[in-house]
């Protein structure tokens, strides 16, 4: 169907960049419009690192490039990252992170609800704009982890399995029209990237770099990070 891309800010960091592209290129091939927000900032919050919209649900993740082992639980201001040659080293608490981005994204939306029905004209519920909450590990989640965090309200996995609930999960009571997703990044201020009205799978992969700087992702590079 079709997938529009905005930002607050493009991102720098190459496998930020590499899981946008398979995200968009996953989601182009999909029967549903889908709106993909990246790096940006509900108010006074922290920096968001992805949020994906559809009609019948929301989505926020904080992204790790984490291929290695990974030892941590829902306290603590870091979890422990184990690499192939046995050395460590720490990263921010993800599991807080996407947490407190969600609370500064109900308290966005709370703030900003009635614009956002304005424009198609009928109420929702507040629980509608209720996002499910990810910890997304690229490219995989390491079956050998040992991350405490149960399975709500946020959940640790890799990108696919990440793409297959974006297509399969819903929220309840969750009916939003394009007119009204579009109207959450415009009011969030973000800069569009993709047009909506010419979503082609990219196939970043296989395709050549003046293939992506026709359709619009110039700025991204690919490789790892």
Request: neutral net charge; proline residues 6%; contains cysteine.
């Amino acid at each position: 169907m079709t997938v529009e891309t905005w930002f607050g800010k493009k991102p720098d960091n190459s496998a930020e960049q590499q899981v946008l592209i398979e995200l968009y290129d996953f989601l182009a091939s999909q029967a549903e419009h889908y709106v993909i927000m990246a790096n940006f900032h509900c108010g006074a919050g922290p920096e968001t690192d992805l949020m994906v919209l559809k009609q019948k649900g929301f989505f926020i993740a904080e992204l790790k490039r984490a291929p290695d082992k990974l030892i941590g639980g829902k306290n603590g201001e870091s979890w422990t990252f184990i690499r192939a040659d046995g050395s460590q080293g720490q990263m921010r608490n993800p599991y807080l992170q996407v947490r407190n981005c969600c609370f500064k994204w109900k308290e966005w939306i709370r703030d900003h609800k009635e614009a956002i029905e304005r424009v198609a004209g009928r109420k929702h519920d507040l629980r509608e704009f209720e996002p499910s909450e990810y910890i997304l590990v690229y490219p995989d989640s390491n079956p050998d982890n040992q991350v405490d965090i149960g399975d709500f309200p946020v959940q640790l996995m890799g990108l696919r399995t990440f793409q297959v609930a974006l297509t399969v999960k819903t929220q309840r009571g969750a009916d939003f029209t394009r007119a009204e997703m579009q109207a959450i990044p415009k009011k969030l201020n973000l800069m569009p990237l993709m047009p909506a009205d010419r979503t082609v799978p990219l196939n970043a992969a296989a395709q050549p770099v003046r293939v992506l700087r026709k359709h619009g992702l110039q700025g991204v590079n690919i490789g790892s990070g």
